[in-house]
């Protein structure tokens, strides 16, 4: 059974950073591409970045790209993504999730993604 374990928010000041963690199991993820979306107070959930695993390829959001940085370690077993995000913003404030799907083509709709993890709060005070 495939688990996504989410941590690393928290609150944080404009202008700082957060490295959000994703701790992957039950299966290999080769193949797979990994993906953050995040979802604010009465919005709907939204694509973050993703990153295919095999070739490392990654997409972000306009609203985050040179800010975010997606990545994936896949060490001694253990499978983690990460989300590195720097110059945060107070509308970055949301519910940050880990998700994944089987497949490589670019997804950036939550629908095409089969697994997900419970979230981690990421507020950002102005």
């Known amino acids: 059974q495939v688990q996504l374990v989410e941590s690393g928010g928290g609150l944080v000041q404009a202008g700082g950073s957060l490295r959000l963690s994703c701790a992957a199991s039950g299966r290999t993820f080769s193949g797979h591409t990994m993906a953050w979306f995040r979802q604010a107070p009465g919005k709907e959930r939204e694509f973050v970045a993703a990153?295919?695993?095999?070739?490392?390829?990654?997409?972000?959001a306009d609203s985050v790209k040179g800010r975010f940085t997606i990545s994936t370690d896949n060490a001694k077993n253990t499978v983690t993504v990460y989300l590195q995000m720097n110059g945060l913003k107070s509308e970055d404030t949301a519910v940050y999730y880990c998700a994944a799907r089987a497949g490589t083509g670019v997804a950036r709709n939550r629908f095409d993604y089969t697994y997900w993890g419970q979230g981690t709060q990421v507020t950002v005070s102005s």
């Open positions: 990153i295919r695993w095999s070739s490392a390829y990654t997409y972000y």
